[in-house]
C-alpha cells in the first residue's frame, strides 16, 4: 500500500467515523427498520460471518475483537493466523511464506497469550508463543481477543488474550455435514525435482441425538502444501573494519549467499466434541484436537565470504574494486576478487505434534451455577538440520564476485567461475569446515483444573447482578535438548557426489548466480560423511534446559447492571490473584574442575504472588452508540527460554575473578497499569464504526543485562586456582535477563465494518471492513544478543508496528462472492531462529500482504444446492519478506515465497 493510499484510508475510517456520530440519529429509525426486513432474510456467506462477529464484540462486557466463520469449515484461510491478523491492532509476523506469530496492539507475541476452548495452550516452539499456522482454520469456528482484562480470565495476557473456539454441536438445530476442497499450485515452479502442487481437503460432522441430549462433532483437515522460495542473504554484523579496496569507516558485511529452497509442509489435524445435556441443569461437553504438522525442505546455495579466504582477514589477493557507497557509507556494490565461494546443500526435517484434551460441566441451580474443567494439553517437536559444503577441487580456484547491494530487491552476486558442473564439485573440508548438523527437540506439557461459582446478588442491591468466583491451578513443564556436532568427510576423502544422489540444478538467476547442482543431503551424509551429535561438549550443555511453572490463581468477580440516566451500564469489577512457582534444571560446564567432573547440574527458582484488579464497564447509550472503559493491573509471564537456569561459567586465571551469562529463573514477570476506552456505533448486527485508545504503563521490562555484582559463591567453592595464579573471588559479572525500567505503550484504533446499502439500495452487497491501528511507545531496550542485527544501541519494543492497516472489500449478491484482502504493517523488530537455534531480533520491513477470492454458491432453487466453487489467490504481489541491520541500505536477507492459486469446492448437506 503506497503512502497515499495509507492516507487515504485513515482519512476514509476518520470520515465514516465523524458521519456516523453526526448522523447517527438521522439513521436510527431507516436503520432499525432495514434490521427488522432483514431478520427474514438468510444470511450467508461473508456478511454471515461478519454479522455474528460484530455480535460477539457487541455483546461482551470487554473490548474484544472476533472472527466467525462465515459457515462450519469455511474460514478461507491455510491457518487460522491469517484470519486474526486481520482484526483491528493485529498483526502477523510470516515464517516460511505462512503467517505464523501474532502481535496483539503493537508488542511482541511474548505478550499475548493463546487458549483454545478458553484453556491455555502450549506451543512447539522454544516460548510460550503460539505458533498458529499448526491450527488448521477448517476446524475452527470463532475466535475472539480479549483486549482488556477481566478477572474471571485465566491465562490472560498482556497484550491480549486470543481465545479459539471449536462449534458447540448442540447450538445446532440440526447435522450438518461438509466438505471442502482445494488444488493450490505456487507460483515459483518446479525445481530440484519438487513440484510446485498441492492440496486442501477437509470434512465436519455435526450431529445431535433425536431428544437432543446428545451432540457430537467431528472434523479432519490435511494440507500438503509445496514449499518454494528463493532467498539472498547478507551475513551479519555489517562493520567498519579495515579492507583493501574500501575507504576507513565503509559499512560492509562479512559474507553473502543465495539459495532455493523447495520441500513441502503437510498438517493433519482432528477435532471432536462431545456435549451431554440430560437437563437444562446439566451440560457435560469433551473436547479432544490434535495435530500433527510434518515439514521436509531441502536447500541449495551459494556462498562467499567476504572475510576469510583460508586465513583472516583475507589474505592480499582480497581486494575490493570500482566501488560505491551508499550515502549513509554503507558498501552498495563493486568487484571483489581472491574469494573461494562455496556451493552448499542445507536438509531441514521437522515433525510438530500438539495434543488437547478438555472436560468441561456447567452445573445450573435455581439461583447458582457451578462450572468445572479439567484439560491437558502436550507439544512435541523433533528436528533435523543437515549441512555440508562443496568446492571446485583439485584446489580451490580464487574467484571474482560482482557484486550489487540492492536493499529492496535481491543483491546481486555473479561470480566470474561456472558452478553447475557437478562433476567439479567435491564435499571437501573447505574453509567453513565440511559440514555441521543439529537435532533439537521441545517438548511442552500442560496440565490444567478449574472451578467456579456465580451466585445470585441480593435483591437489596438492583445493580449488582451476580457474583462469580474461581479458582484455577496449571502446571507446565518444558524442555528442549539440542544435540549437534561436525559432519566428518568418512575415510573416501574429497569425493565429488554420484550422480544418482543428484536432483538437477537450480536457477539462482535471481541473483545473478546461475546455476548450481541441487542433491540429495541427508544420502550424502550417510555415504560419504560421518554424523554424530552430542550435547556433552562445553558450548552445547547450555543448550539442554527444563523449565517448570505451577500457577495457582483466584478470582472474585462482581457482575453489574443497572440504568444511568439515559445509559444501560453492564460490566463487572474483581480481582485475580496468581501465585506462581517457577523453577528450572539445567547442566553448566565447569572449566575450573578437572576433567571428567566439568558438567555440573544447577537448578533454581522462586515464587512470588500477584494481585491483578480490573474493571469493565460498558455504557449502552441511545441510538445504539456503546462507550466502554477497562481498568487493570496486568503481568506477562518471561519467556520461558529466558528462565532456563542453562549458564555458561568461567574463571579469569589473570585476576581470580569469575564470569558467566546464561538465563535467570529468579525473575519477576513484566508488569503494567492498563487503561482501555472504546467508542462503537452499531447499526443492528449488520454493520459497527468504533475509535479505541489504549494505554499501558509498563512498571518494568526484561531484557538482557550484565551484573557487576554476582555472587559466584556456590560456583566456585571447590575450585582450586591452578600454581601461580591469584585467588579465586566470589563476586565477578553475569550476563542474563534482568527486570528493567520499563515505560509507557499508548495506541489508537479506528475501525468499521459497512455494507453500502446503508446508503442505497442500488449498492445492496457491497461493503468493506477496515482499520488503521498507530501504536507509540517510550520504551528502549538494549539486547547485546542481537547487537550484530539491531546494533548495540538502544532499540523499540519488538513486535511493535508504529502503523498497521486492514482492508476487505467484497460483494456478495444472488450467490455470487467476492473479495480483496490487504494486511499491511510498518517496519518492526521482528525474533527470529538464528545457526544457533537461538532467538535473535532484526529489523523487518513492513509488508502488505493482499489475498483474493471469488466464488459462487449455488441456490435452493438448484439441483447443486449446497455447492460453492471458488478460487483463491493469495499474496497476489508476491510481496517479499525483508530485513535489515540498523538501517535499511544495509539489507540482510530477501526472501520470495511466491504467489499462491488454489481453486476449490465446499459442499454442505
Not at 260 to 280: C, E, H, I, W
Not at 584 to 613: C, I, M
Not at 685 to 697: G, I, L, Q
Amino acid at each position: 500500500m503506497s503512502k497515499l493510499n495509507r492516507n487515504l484510508l485513515s482519512a476514509a475510517l476518520a470520515s465514516a467515523l465523524i458521519t456516523f456520530a453526526v448522523g447517527a440519529q438521522a439513521q436510527t429509525t431507516t436503520t432499525t427498520d432495514a434490521a427488522v426486513e432483514l431478520d427474514a432474510v438468510k444470511v450467508t456467506g461473508i456478511r454471515r460471518g461478519i454479522e455474528s462477529a460484530i455480535s460477539v464484540k457487541r455483546d461482551a462486557t470487554s473490548i474484544v475483537e472476533a472472527v466467525s466463520s462465515e459457515d462450519i469449515g469455511k474460514l478461507p484461510d491455510v491457518s487460522i493466523a491469517e484470519s486474526i491478523a486481520r482484526l483491528p491492532g493485529v498483526s502477523a509476523q510470516r515464517v516460511a511464506g505462512r503467517a505464523q506469530v501474532i502481535s496483539v496492539r503493537g508488542l511482541s507475541p511474548d505478550f499475548a497469550t493463546t487458549l483454545l476452548n478458553g484453556r491455555e495452550m502450549v506451543s512447539t516452539g522454544d516460548n510460550r508463543s503460539v505458533e498458529f499456522d499448526q491450527y488448521p482454520s477448517e476446524l475452527v469456528s470463532g475466535v475472539t481477543v480479549y483486549k482488556t482484562p477481566d478477572a474471571g480470565l485465566f491465562g490472560q495476557g498482556l497484550s491480549g488474550t486470543l481465545d479459539m473456539q471449536t462449534v458447540r454441536p448442540l447450538n445446532f438445530n440440526e447435522s450438518v455435514i461438509t466438505l471442502n476442497g482445494r488444488y493450490q499450485r505456487n507460483s515459483l515452479g518446479e525445481a530440484a525435482k519438487t513440484d510446485p502442487y498441492g492440496n486442501r481437503i477437509s470434512g465436519s460432522w455435526i450431529g445431535q441425538s433425536a431428544d437432543r441430549r446428545f451432540g457430537f462433532s467431528i472434523g479432519y483437515s490435511h494440507s500438503d502444501t509445496p514449499i518454494q522460495e528463493n532467498q539472498v542473504g547478507l551475513y551479519e554484523p555489517w562493520k567498519t573494519d579495515a579492507r583493501p579496496g574500501l575507504a576507513e569507516g565503509t559499512w560492509a558485511t562479512d559474507g553473502m549467499k543465495a539459495l532455493r529452497r523447495t520441500g513441502y509442509t503437510k498438517r493433519d489435524g482432528v477435532m471432536a466434541t462431545l456435549q451431554f445435556r440430560p437437563s437444562n441443569a446439566w451440560t457435560s461437553t469433551l473436547d479432544l484436537f490434535h495435530s500433527r504438522a510434518e515439514q521436509e525442505d531441502t536447500a541449495n546455495q551459494f556462498e562467499v565470504n567476504t572475510q576469510f579466504n583460508g586465513s583472516f582477514p583475507c589474505n592480499p589477493e582480497c581486494v575490493y574494486s570500482d566501488v560505491r557507497t551508499s550515502e549513509n557509507g554503507s558498501f552498495a556494490g563493486g568487484t571483489l576478487t581472491g574469494v573461494y565461494p562455496l556451493v552448499r546443500g542445507m536438509y531441514n526435517f521437522r515433525e510438530d505434534r500438539i495434543s488437547a484434551v478438555g472436560w468441561s460441566n456447567e452445573f445450573n441451580f435455581e439461583s447458582a451455577r457451578l462450572f468445572t474443567d479439567i484439560s491437558w494439553s502436550k507439544a512435541k517437536r523433533s528436528e533435523i538440520s543437515l549441512e555440508n559444503n562443496a568446492q571446485r577441487l583439485p584446489n580451490p580456484s580464487l574467484d571474482t564476485i560482482e557484486l550489487d547491494i540492492r536493499s529492496n530487491d535481491f543483491t546481486q552476486l555473479a561470480p566470474g567461475l561456472d558452478y553447475s558442473d557437478p562433476s567439479q564439485l567435491f564435499l571437501t573440508n573447505t574453509i567453513y569446515g565440511s559440514g555441521y548438523g543439529k537435532t533439537p527437540q521441545v517438548e511442552d506439557e500442560l496440565k490444567a483444573a478449574r472451578i467456579g461459582l456465580t451466585l445470585p446478588g441480593p435483591s437489596s442491591i438492583a445493580w449488582l447482578a451476580d457474583f462469580d468466583f474461581g479458582l484455577n491451578h496449571t502446571d507446565r513443564e518444558k524442555s528442549k535438548r539440542q544435540p549437534e556436532g561436525n559432519i566428518l568427510l568418512g575415510a573416501q576423502g574429497d569425493t565429488a557426489i554420484a550422480s544418482d544422489l543428484q536432483y538437477g540444478l537450480v536457477d539462482l538467476g535471481f541473483a545473478g548466480v546461475g546455476y548450481i547442482p541441487a542433491w540429495n543431503v541427508p544420502a550424502a551424509v550417510d555415504r560419504y560423511m560421518v554424523f554424530e551429535p552430542t550435547e556433552d561438549l562445553d558450548y552445547l550443555i547450555p543448550k539442554a534446559w527444563t523449565v517448570s511453572e505451577k500457577i495457582t490463581s483466584a478470582f472474585a468477580r462482581a457482575n453489574l447492571i443497572t440504568e444511568w440516566g439515559v445509559a444501560t451500564v453492564t460490566g463487572n469489577v474483581g480481582v485475580q490473584i496468581q501465585r506462581v512457582d517457577q523453577s528450572s534444571a539445567s547442566r553448566y560446564w565447569d572449566a575450573t574442575q578437572p576433567a571428567g567432573s566439568n558438567v555440573r547440574p544447577f537448578e533454581s527458582g522462586k515464587t512470588y504472588t500477584d494481585v491483578l484488579p480490573s474493571m469493565n464497564l460498558a455504557f449502552q447509550l441511545p441510538n445504539e452508540h456503546t462507550l466502554r472503559f477497562g481498568l487493570a493491573e496486568q503481568v506477562a509471564r518471561p519467556r520461558v527460554d529466558q528462565l532456563r537456569s542453562s549458564l555458561e561459567f568461567g574463571v579469569d586465571t589473570a585476576t581470580g575473578r569469575p564470569g558467566g551469562s546464561g538465563g535467570n529463573p529468579l525473575l519477576d514477570p513484566w508488569r503494567a497499569y492498563a487503561f482501555d476506552v472504546s467508542w462503537e456505533k452499531y447499526f443492528g448486527n449488520r454493520a459497527y464504526v468504533a475509535a479505541a485508545f489504549f494505554y499501558k504503563d509498563l512498571r518494568t521490562y526484561i531484557y538482557t543485562q550484565t551484573v557487576d555484582d554476582y555472587d559466584f559463591s556456590d560456583f566456585v567453592d571447590s575450585y582450586v586456582p591452578p600454581p601461580g595464579t591469584p585467588p579465586v573471588q566470589n563476586i565477578g559479572n553475569f550476563t542474563s535477563p534482568q527486570n528493567g525500567e520499563g515505560g509507557t505503550l499508548r495506541g489508537l484504533e479506528l475501525t468499521a465494518s459497512l455494507p453500502f446499502d446503508l446508503w442505497t439500495e442500488s449498492l445492496r452487497g457491497f461493503g468493506i471492513v477496515a482499520s488503521a491501528s498507530f501504536n507509540d511507545s517510550s520504551i528502549q531496550i538494549f539486547d547485546p544478543e542481537s547487537a550484530n542485527s539491531v546494533g548495540s544501541g538502544p532499540i523499540d519494543l519488538p513486535g511493535l508496528s508504529k502503523r498497521v492497516y486492514n482492508l476487505t472489500a467484497y460483494f456478495e449478491r444472488d450467490g455470487f462472492e467476492a473479495r480483496v484482502s490487504q494486511r499491511r504493517r510498518s517496519d518492526f523488530i521482528g525474533e527470529i531462529g538464528n545457526f544457533d537455534g537461538a532467538r535473535t531480533l532484526r529489523y523487518v520491513v513492513g509488508e502488505n500482504i493482499t489475498d483474493a477470492q471469488i466464488s459462487y454458491s449455488f441456490g435452493e432453487d438448484s439441483s447443486l444446492d449446497g455447492l460453492t466453487l471458488l478460487l483463491q489467490a493469495n499474496n497476489i504481489t508476491n510481496e517479499a519478506y525483508r530485513t535489515y541491520a540498523g538501517t535499511r541500505d544495509r539489507p540482510l536477507e530477501n526472501l520470495e515465497w511466491g504467489r499462491t492459486y488454489l481453486l476449490g469446492l465446499n459442499y454442505r448437506f
